[in-house]
């Protein structure tokens, strides 16, 4: 059964994200898995639907072009602010704070998940075809999902926030992988090299 405090806050969210338009979807609670099931894309909860759970964000198109910056590692959290564009909507929750960046961008760029078989995921761009599950819900830890900044999205040309996106991916991999202070010297240079080289 949810707390009433719980119920607050996510009958206060969703009236915002209404307002603004957004395609909602209700969400299984403490999850991510839609309650529509497979069909979820071509879903639209009628308008006297109780959210019970958990409220999920359909991305892309259906949603006014509206695409997510998922930061799955730490190096990615630390770094966005000095790659990625501003924006006025960036949420996250009290482990992984700032993890979510959203845009509206036009064209929609593709989604796309920048990962690695030793690291995992780093850095995903989601749009058509994903949701998110928004503030007001609450993660599978227990812990609320909320808002770091709620004002007006960054508005980003769909290949430029790609190519963002790819760049913040690759920053974070050289980050994770940096070596020791003994050896950092010789890696330094190589790095310096190699983008000298890619300028020429």
Not at 82 to 94: D, E, N, S, V
Request: aromatic content about 8%.
């Amino acid at each position: 059964m949810s707390s009433p405090d719980y119920e607050g806050a996510l009958k206060g969210a969703l009236n915002s994200y209404r307002r603004r338009g957004w395609a909602l979807l209700p969400v299984k609670a403490r999850g991510k898995a839609p309650e529509a099931g497979k069909d979820w894309e071509n879903y639209t909860p009628p308008g006297d639907h109780v959210f019970t759970g958990n409220v999920g964000l359909i991305l892309g198109l259906r949603s006014g072009g509206i695409v997510d910056v998922d930061l799955d590692c730490t190096e990615a959290i630390a770094l966005a602010p000095q790659i990625l564009p501003p924006t006025g909507l960036i949420f996250g929750r009290k482990s992984k704070p700032r993890s979510h960046w959203l845009y509206i961008s036009e064209p929609v760029p593709e989604t796309v998940q920048f990962q690695t078989k030793r690291d995992g995921m780093l850095v995903e761009l989601r749009s058509n075809g994903c949701q998110t599950v928004m503030p007001g819900s609450t993660h599978a830890s227990g812990e609320a999902i909320e808002w770091h900044t709620f004002e007006d999205p960054g508005r980003v040309d769909g290949e430029a926030l790609h190519a963002a996106v790819q760049r913040l991916a690759a920053v974070s991999l050289l980050a994770k992988h940096w070596p020791i202070e003994t050896s950092r010297y010789n890696a330094e240079g190589a790095l310096i090299g190699m983008l000298l080289r890619a300028q020429s």
